[in-house]
């Protein structure tokens, strides 16, 4: 069962204790995560059911409360699938969602958001740029969607902008020479969230580190035979990553 951590907000100032700009992070399930700001949530990869292979899946009393919006799931106000591939996205899960969380959007790909059904289209938005909308905003949060190479899926990169933060999350993509161009097209985030192989393979660990340069590295999408087999050699080569191998487990960047 998940178990959920809440981080005290940081305070910043002798005289005015302002809050300092921060989002939390919180590690659900493959590349599934909660991020929050003030009162902005937002989950990325998050509406599963069955998931594939060997990783990770929800008990059954947090795939309650994910799908029936309860604490600490109450208020997400946009819901983000990279692609439609099921240990990503679930369109049982995403209409259960919509229909508890009245006031959520659901953005994802054309094919993605293509199986959501019709009655609930006022909550759904198509993302692919050049084709449809490139951008969501609701409030305090902008995601700008990039597209990354997944074939034959459509696959979409999130920019995302919420608590004085900017974080990337890389779907299923790979350090390919196109996707770096796609990365290096805008500065670089303060949070990186990308797929373990990216820092297991000579070419994506050298871009990661030493020419995107984001200020924090997360490293997701690890399946339970690659916790034992790849953990270890990202450790050594990327110390101050933050590997997400707990379910539930939160950061605050």
């Known amino acids: 069962m998940l178990r959920f951590r809440w981080t005290a907000p940081l305070l910043v100032g002798l005289g005015s204790l302002a809050l300092q700009a921060q ?19 937002v989950l990325v990869d998050a509406l ?23 604490p600490p799931f109450d208020g997400v106000s946009l819901a983000l699938a990279t692609h439609f591939h099921l240990d990503h996205w679930d369109a049982g899960a995403i209409s259960q969602f919509l229909k508890h969380s009245p006031a959520a959007l659901f953005a994802s790909t054309p094919q993605a958001t293509g199986m ?14 050049g084709e449809s909308a490139a951008t969501v905003e609701v409030v305090g949060v ?24 900017t974080l990337f999350h890389a779907g299923d993509s ?7 161009a796609a990365l290096m097209a805008s500065p670089p985030p303060d949070v990186a969230m990308v797929p373990f ?11 990661v ?13 690890f399946g339970v035979d690659d916790i034992a087999k790849s953990s270890a050699k990202i ?12 379910q539930g487990e939160s950061r605050v960047f």
């Open 209 to 221: 580190t030493k020419t995107w340069k984001p200020k924090h590295i997360v490293a997701f999408h």
């Open 142 to 165: 902008k995601v700008d969607a990039v597209p990354l190479d997944h074939r034959p899926a459509q696959n979409l990169g999130y920019r995302i902008q919420m608590g004085g933060r």
């Open 23 to 41: 989002v939390k992070v919180t590690y659900l399930a493959n590349e599934g995560v909660m991020l929050e700001a003030g009162n902005a949530k």
């Open 48 to 70: 599963l059911r069955d998931s594939l292979g060997d990783y990770h899946r929800y008990d059954a009393a947090t795939q309650e409360k994910i799908e029936h919006g309860k």
């Open 116 to 129: 959501i059904p019709f009655a609930q289209r006022k909550q759904v938005r198509q993302l692919w740029p």
């Open 197 to 207: 192989w990216w820092l297991l393979d000579p070419k994506g660990l050298e871009f």
């Open 174 to 180: 790979g350090p390919d020479d196109k996707t770096q």
């Open 235 to 246: 450790r050594e080569s990327v110390p101050g990553a933050w590997l997400c191998l707990k």
